[in-house]
């Protein structure tokens, strides 16, 4: 089964044609109509016919490419996998499930989900050669920058697969190899700077049992956590896998549009989610949260000083979600399901909720439209399953990692595929003479 190709301009997605008028010259452009009615003017050739090119800074006005994978309506907070809900998927799927949904396009047959399960468990051991990687690290090493490089140093240890030519099965040994390799990296990493002994996989496990035991088991105990603990990291992962052209995933597309490899371009992706704007965000709230804990500023203060621009509060706001983040309700309602199971609660949790409520109700975030994201509630779900806050973003990769490869090889199965390779306005110096060293004055 191949994967669903990205739509090309038929006389479904093209209708109609944009009158741009510029001081020059008058030019007629095309305009692409999506499936669910949004509207692009297309400018490919804007620049032949114009000679002119447009400025977008942060891409907010621009569609870089046609997909079929994911959809948001982001004034309705709405999330589709594939066309399906992400409220359905999350109450009722796997993540291996999803992972093969995002990548060839539809629910998999139980037969194929079997396969793949099988897959997983034959790539979920790491080359022993890398476990000489681990032992270079310092045990202080972000496990982040852990993960990038070896991810990256797979390609070392898979040279069928960094071959450009992709079909199906290919696909789906790579999707294999990346999806369970960076579990058995995660947790090795996570291992290596608490200085115990590594936990192989066990192929008898689920994958995301076999990830709580790769993380928490001990020689002399092996972790064996209750189904609704599997259940929670389960809706973490699916509600993380994908969401369209987001700052990482787009970091995906833009090294694979070079031909780069599997590796090197979910690598790239780990790197781009890092930053605290993007996924790093799970940590920073945290890191906010245990500040008005620790007697800081109560959160009427900490509101306060949102509004002053004296910082972000972050967890809010969105490029797209102009309403609320539908992934973030069902974190916060996943959180006191975890609660109840565990007999357990956060303060950092009731602290969330007074931050929201306070938040939610004041014209500031109101008239700028910020609600709460996915990284609002995800971290205390995290630091609940004894996840360690500097594994966060890790765990945040760990669920994108099926939307980086659906949107990788659907840009490689693109038949208009071009290298990203985007145009600039120079503001710089004009042409200037050389300056001999002793004639420079400073
Ligand atoms: C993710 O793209 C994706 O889909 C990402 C993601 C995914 O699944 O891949 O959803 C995951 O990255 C979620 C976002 C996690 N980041 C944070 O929680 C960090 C805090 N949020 C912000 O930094 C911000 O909201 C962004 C980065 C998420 C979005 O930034 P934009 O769209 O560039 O918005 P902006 O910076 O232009 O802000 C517009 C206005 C500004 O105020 P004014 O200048 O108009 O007065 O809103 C304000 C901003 O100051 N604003 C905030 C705010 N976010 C925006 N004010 C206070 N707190 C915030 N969090």
């Not at 496990?143 to 490089?149: D, F, I, K, N, V």
């Not at 969105?318 to 007999?343: A, M, Q, W």
Request: aromatic share 10%; hydrophobic share 40%.
């Amino acid at each position: 089964m191949q994967p669903a190709p990205a739509p090309a301009p038929d006389a479904d997605t093209q209708r109609a044609s944009a009158r741009v008028q510029l001081p020059e010259v008058e030019v007629d452009l095309p305009v692409i109509v999506g499936t669910e009615d949004e509207h692009a003017v297309d400018i490919s050739r804007f620049r032949d016919k114009t000679g002119y090119v447009t400025l977008d800074p942060g891409f907010g006005n621009t569609a870089a490419c046609k997909s079929a994978i994911t959809y948001i309506d982001g004034e309705q907070g709405i999330l589709r996998y594939r066309g399906y809900p992400i409220e359905e998927l999350a109450e009722t799927s796997t993540f291996v499930e999803v992972a093969l949904l995002l990548i060839f396009g539809e629910l998999p047959t139980k037969e194929r989900l079997e396969r793949f399960r099988g897959m997983l468990t034959d790539e979920q051991l790491l080359h022993e050669g890398m476990r000489y990687h681990f032992e270079g690290f310092p045990s202080h090493g972000h496990p982040m920058a852990m993960l990038s490089a070896m991810i990256n140093a797979c390609g070392c240890y898979h040279p069928e697969l960094l071959s450009s030519e992709m079909d199906d099965e290919r696909l789906l040994r790579a999707t294999a190899t990346v999806m369970s390799k960076v579990c058995t990296i995660a947790a090795f990493s996570y291992k290596m700077t608490k200085g115990q002994r590594m936990e192989y996989p066990d192929p008898s496990l689920s994958y995301c049992r076999n990830f709580l035991h790769m993380m928490f088991s001990k020689p002399h105990r092996r972790y064996d956590p209750p189904l609704q603990v599997v259940r929670a990291l389960t809706k973490f992962l699916i509600l993380h896998a994908d969401h369209e052209q987001n700052c990482s995933t787009s970091t995906v597309r833009m090294v694979g549009s070079s031909g780069a490899n599997v590796f090197a371009s979910v690598a790239s992706g780990v790197c781009a989610l890092w930053g605290p704007l993007h996924g790093g965000a799970n940590m920073a709230v945290i890191e906010m949260l245990q500040e008005i804990q620790a007697g800081g500023d109560d959160p009427k203060t900490v509101v306060a000083k949102v509004k002053d621009k004296k910082f972000r509060l972050m967890g809010f706001g969105h490029r797209v979600y102009k309403n609320f983040d539908p992934r973030s309700k069902i974190l916060e309602k996943t959180c006191t399901e975890l609660f109840d199971v565990l007999g357990v609660s956060d303060p950092l949790l009731d602290t969330a909720r007074e931050l929201a409520s306070i938040a939610l109700t004041d014209d500031y975030f109101l008239e700028r439209k910020l609600y709460p994201n996915v990284d609002f509630y995800s971290g205390i779900i995290l630091r609940a399953l004894g996840i360690p806050l500097n594994m966060f973003t890790v765990m945040f990769s760990i669920g994108r990692v099926p939307g980086w490869i659906a949107h990788w090889y659907e840009l490689y199965g693109d038949p208009d595929r071009r290298i990203c390779r985007p145009r600039q306005i120079y503001t710089g110096a004009g042409k200037r003479e050389y300056v001999p060293m002793d004639a420079r004055r400073c």
